[in-house]
């Protein structure tokens, strides 16, 4: 394995500008106009239940500062669906790519954005994960087993009223990609600690805050679904991604437990759960091999509504156990601790046993 050093070099790209709060969609024309990049065409990639959601007041808003607005639908999150979209914009390219919607949407529009050398404007309406600010995007047909490094947007709109119309699964999905940076963080630790491998203290640190966060606000009883609570979790979703972004890598924000989640794709195929569920499984899971209170890493997850047993996401007890086995292999760079305690299947079945998660 290569080592970075204490020396390495990257380049630290963060959003100029970050909006946050109720009903600011109205303000998006005034959001652009006020990035002084002097563009006026816009590409706008969404999806069609929150096109019919938000377009006429996106036109508005944007109509009253001179911006064009083009329209594209997307249905998946696949390199077809990327390569498609360049092809409309082709005839009639933007001077800017706007991701407005989950994080489907978000994440073709940052490869198309990087492909076509085009800022990118983000526009979360679920906070589902942390792509929202980051530079980096999970999209199937990409010939890596996890997520690739495109831009970072060049700013970041959130509104909370629309965030929290979303889907509630939507958002525990993303508390569960929240509560992973526990482990990710861990890992970074122990690959400094094994490997001499470069580690950002101040990175991993506003990453592990992402999660404490959550983690205090979550694990126990008490706590109501209302608009701040959405706008915490939307403001830890940024500043992971933000980590990322001072990291120079997803270190801080993947480790392990994203590793598994990948082989969960691989070993039962698409379909089974969202990518910050199957994080959170992964979690539970990785914070009882580094030592961590696990049971509160659980607690927090259920009390959100994110699944904790791989019954919930329709797995079986060989898709765990396969999933643990294959997932170090997925990404041999990557130093977690599936590498410090290598897992059979005989302990990978105890391992899920242990912490209930099977």
């Given at each position: ?13 963060f959003?100029?500008k ?13 959001f ?20 019919s ?5 996106c ?12 329209w ?11 390569r ?12 800017a ?8 949407s978000v ?7 990087f492909d ?6 983000s ?6 994960h942390?792509?929202i600010?980051s ?11 996890f ?5 970072t947007?060049?700013a ?19 508390c569960g990609?929240?509560?992973a ?31 404490k ?18 706008r915490?979790?939307?403001?830890a979703l940024i ?38 569920e199957?994080?959170?499984?992964g979690?539970i899971?990785?914070?009882?091999l ?11 997850l259920r ?5 904790t ?8 007890e ?10 170090r ?6 130093y ?7 897992l059979d ?6 391992l899920?046993r242990?912490?209930?998660v099977?």
């Open positions: 394995m290569t080592s970075l050093g204490s020396n390495s070099t990257h380049l630290m790209e959003p100029r970050i909006l946050i709060g109720p009903n600011v969609i109205q303000d998006l024309g005034s652009l106009t006020a990035l002084n990049e002097g563009f006026s065409n816009l590409a706008i990639v969404t999806g069609r239940t929150v096109k959601r938000v377009q006429s007041i036109q508005s808003s944007l109509g009253n500062f001179s911006f064009n607005d083009a594209y639908v997307v249905d998946d999150a696949t390199m077809f669906s990327v498609s979209l360049e092809d409309s914009m082709s005839s009639n390219l933007p001077d790519i706007l991701g407005l919607g989950g994080g489907r994440d073709i529009a940052k490869m198309a954005a076509l050398g085009k800022p990118l404007i526009v979360p309406t679920s906070a589902s942390d792509g600010s530079p980096f995007v999970s999209i199937r047909g990409i010939d890596k087993p997520s690739v490094q495109a831009n947007p060049l970041v709109l959130a509104d909370t009223h629309l965030l929290s119309e979303a889907p509630k699964r939507l958002l525990s999905s993303g990609d929240l509560v940076k526990v482990t990710a963080v861990k890992d970074w630790e122990l690959a400094r600690e094994d490997t001499n491998e470069y580690y950002g203290a101040y990175a991993a640190n506003l990453a592990f805050l992402s999660a966060i959550i983690i205090d606000k979550f694990s126990g009883e008490n706590h109501e679904d209302t608009q701040n609570e959405i915490t979790i939307i403001e500043s992971a991604g933000v980590a990322s972004c001072i990291a120079g890598s997803s270190r801080p924000c993947s480790g392990a437990e994203h590793l598994f989640s990948h082989a969960i794709e691989y070993v039962a195929g698409h379909g089974y759960g969202l990518h910050g199957r994080v959170g499984l979690t899971m990785m914070a009882k580094h030592g961590l209170d696990w049971q509160k890493v659980a607690n927090t009390n959100v509504g994110a699944p047993t791989a019954k919930e996401l329709g797995l079986n060989q898709h765990i156990v396969s999933s643990l086995v294959l997932a292999s997925l990404r041999p760079d990557r977690t601790i599936l590498d410090k305690i290598k299947n005989l302990s990978a079945l105890d899920a242990s912490v209930s099977i």
